[in-house]
Nanobody, 123 residues
Framework: QVQLVESGGGLVQAGDSLRLSCVAS????????VAWFRQAPGKEREFVAA????????YYADSGKGRFTISRDNAKNTVYLQMNSLKPKETAVYCC????????????????WGRGTQVTVSS
């Protein structure tokens, strides 16, 4: 089983930055992409960013382009999400997920999920 563990969330003020980490373990050799999704209470789960494990191509939701950067370190089995200029509306639980293929922006194409890390942005 693939295990994903997120860290790096916390309470920050609007305009601050955070770097989230997602460490993968287990048999994830067939993973094509790793993505970050977020979900706020009462709202649908939202795609944030994804990175192709082999090659490092990245994909972003329009909301995060120019402010968010996703990267991966294959040797450490870790994916990072650098978030700059955070906004209060981006308060949510952020989860990482791994998939074997398909549309990287669709949550139903991901097979493994972490428990999430809480990001709270105050105004």
């Amino acid at each position: 089983q693939v295990q994903l563990v997120e860290s790096g969330g916390g309470l920050v003020q609007a305009g601050d930055s955070l770097r989230l980490s997602c460490v993968a373990s287990g048999r994830a050799f067939s993973t094509a992409s790793v993505a970050w999704f977020r979900q706020a209470p009462g709202k649908e789960r939202e795609f944030v960013a994804a990175v192709k494990w082999g090659g490092g191509l990245t994909y972003y939701a329009d909301s995060g382009k120019g402010r968010f950067t996703i990267s991966r370190d294959n040797a450490k089995n870790t994916v990072y999400l650098q978030m700059n200029s955070l906004k209060p509306k981006e308060t949510a639980v952020y989860c990482c997920a791994a998939n074997a293929g398909g549309d990287r922006k669709k949550d139903y194409n991901y097979d493994y999920w972490g428990r999430g890390t809480q990001v709270t942005v105050s105004s």
